[in-house]
């Protein structure tokens, strides 16, 4: 009950926030539907419809990185003294975001039901018709429960996630005490995710070799077993690679606007993106991995004029790609928010607000320098040994 008097009394922007977490669950959902119609339309090749459901962690995963993303920066979760007062403790806070993740989810999937079986035509009126027949198992009945069951992993997916980020840590608040008075530390991640994407890489050029015709090479939801293994799982490690090196490499764009003699603009540029290192680098770590993905698997797809992109591979590739750049833009959100006593003290000492303005551009080029052709990099290097 909290919840739901917490959102009707929230900000409009928050309430938009957790409305794209509804609408990203609502895709997610209408995907785990879809499997579960293939599978009770098509009953006997049942491998097809484990690959579509195994294909669905994808979009799962972004959305609950997203309604993290929105719970951490929700006003009530920066609360605390207000919080404590009216008897909800650290724990207690904890658990009323992962409530609040809960039931916009909850909201998306239930949307996203009635959306399926609209278009199955269970609700009456005619359904859609030729590809629905095939995609949702249009003229099959499906068991409610266990639609219900299935849909149920998006909510708890996201809440716990939620939990788990936002849960009491109190040797983080004497860390990032530690931190407010000194240089933060060095990201220790960046050596590792190169190590890791750079095997990444050679695993996928390794069993890659062989294969035949480029027909057969990382199929989507309907073909994916024609794969080798080892070309998924070169991808997967590579993307790792690229999440756990995001810290680092935000880190390594402040010190390189530091370097040589530099200026007042370039040196705070730089000391803001190197303490804003940790809580940007993982999302900016996962958009580029995604987008090194999705350029990867355009050009293999390109390579392959039988092959083209089905609804439900467009709907996955949306949701996923919407979600890691929320993700990214709630990551600069709550950077802005927790710098907001910097900038205070900053204009108070008579700093202008276009000063303050350069030094974000001056970030987001250095970003963009930095990582831009890194992602390409990595795309044309993954895709080289899978097109011929």
């Excluded at 949702?136 to 992993?153: F, I, K, M, N, Q």
């Amino acid at each position: 009950m909290l919840a739901l008097r917490l959102a009707r009394g929230s900000h409009p922007l928050v309430l938009l926030r957790r409305l794209f977490v509804a609408t990203a669950s609502a895709g997610t959902g209408f995907l785990l539907l879809s499997t579960l119609g293939h599978a009770v339309g098509h009953p006997s090749p049942a491998g097809d419809s484990l690959v579509r459901l195994l294909w669905c962690a994808a979009p799962l995963a972004a959305t609950a990185q997203l309604a993290v993303s929105v719970a951490r920066t929700d006003p009530a979760a920066r609360l605390q003294q207000g919080m404590a007062a009216a008897g909800l403790g650290p724990v207690r806070l904890t658990l009323l975001a992962a409530a609040s993740t809960a039931l916009s989810c909850a909201l998306g999937v239930l949307l996203s039901l009635l959306v399926f079986l609209r278009l199955r035509g269970d609700l009456g009126g005619a359904s859609s018709g030729g590809t629905s027949s095939d995609l949702l198992g249009t003229g099959h009945p499906v068991p409610l429960l266990g639609a219900l069951l299935l849909l149920s992993a998006v909510p708890l997916t996201a809440a716990t996630a939620t939990a788990v980020s936002l849960r009491p840590r109190p040797e983080a608040a004497a860390t990032s005490e530690a931190e407010a008075h000194t240089k933060p530390a060095v990201p220790s991640g960046l050596p590792w995710g190169i190590a890791m994407t750079a095997a990444g890489l050679a695993i996928e050029a390794y069993t890659s070799r062989g294969t035949g015709t480029p027909g057969g090479l990382l199929p989507l939801p309907g073909r994916l077993t024609e794969s080798p293994p080892g070309v998924l799982a070169g991808w997967s490690l590579s993307a790792f690679g690229l999440v756990l090196a995001g810290p680092g490499l935000v880190h390594l764009c402040g010190w390189l606007l530091c370097a040589g003699r530099p200026g007042a603009l370039r040196l705070l540029s730089g000391r803001l993106l190197q303490r804003d290192a940790h809580r940007l680098g993982r999302p900016l770590g996962v958009l580029c991995a995604v987008v090194s993905g999705s350029y990867a698997a355009l050009k293999v797809y390109e390579a392959s004029p039988t092959r083209h992109f089905g609804p439900l591979t467009a709907i996955g590739a949306a949701v996923v790609l919407a979600c890691v750049t929320a993700s990214a833009l709630a990551a600069v959100l709550e950077s802005r928010s927790a710098r907001a006593h910097t900038t205070a003290a900053l204009r108070r000492l008579g700093a202008r607000a276009s000063a303050l303005r350069h030094t974000a551009a001056l970030r987001a080029m250095a970003l963009l320098i930095v990582l831009a052709p890194l992602t390409w990099v990595v795309a044309e290097m993954a895709t080289l040994p899978l097109v011929p």
